[in-house]
Nanobody, 115 residues
Framework: QVHLVESGGGLVQPGGSLRLSCEAS????????MGWYRQAPGKQREMVSY???????NYADSVKGRFTVSRDNAKNMVYLQMNSLNPEDTAIYFC?????????WGQGTQVTVSS
């Protein structure tokens, strides 16, 4: 059974940074493309970034240049470094396969950007 656990969220001031982590289990992690997604209040969940098994990366236009996705296959971990955060980045952040697989959704981690 696949299990994804996100961590690292919190409250940060505009312009601040956070690093999100996602630990995966129950899958051959090194063979999976992985993505970060977010859902803001009242909005649909959207893709933020993904990283392929070969470490090619892609970003939503709204975060390009500010966020960096990375992975550590030895630890079954995927990370999202978020810099220059702004209030529009406030959301629950999830990791999942890319494209996402419905049963894999976890609880996510809340990111709140506010002064």
């Amino acid at each position: 059974q696949v299990h994804l656990v996100e961590s690292g969220g919190g409250l940060v001031q505009p312009g601040g940074s956070l690093r999100l982590s996602c630990e995966a289990s129950g899958m051959i992690f090194s063979l999976r493309d992985m993505g970060w997604y977010r859902q803001a209040p009242g909005k649909q969940r959207e893709m933020v970034s993904y990283i392929t098994r070969r470490a090619w990366t892609n970003y939503a236009d709204s975060v390009k240049g500010r966020f960096t996705v990375s992975r550590d296959n030895a630890k079954n971990m995927v990370y999202l470094q978020m810099n220059s955060l702004n209030p529009e980045d406030t959301a629950i952040y999830f990791c999942n396969a890319y494209p996402p697989v419905s049963p894999y959704w976890g609880q996510g981690t809340q990111v709140t950007v506010s002064s």
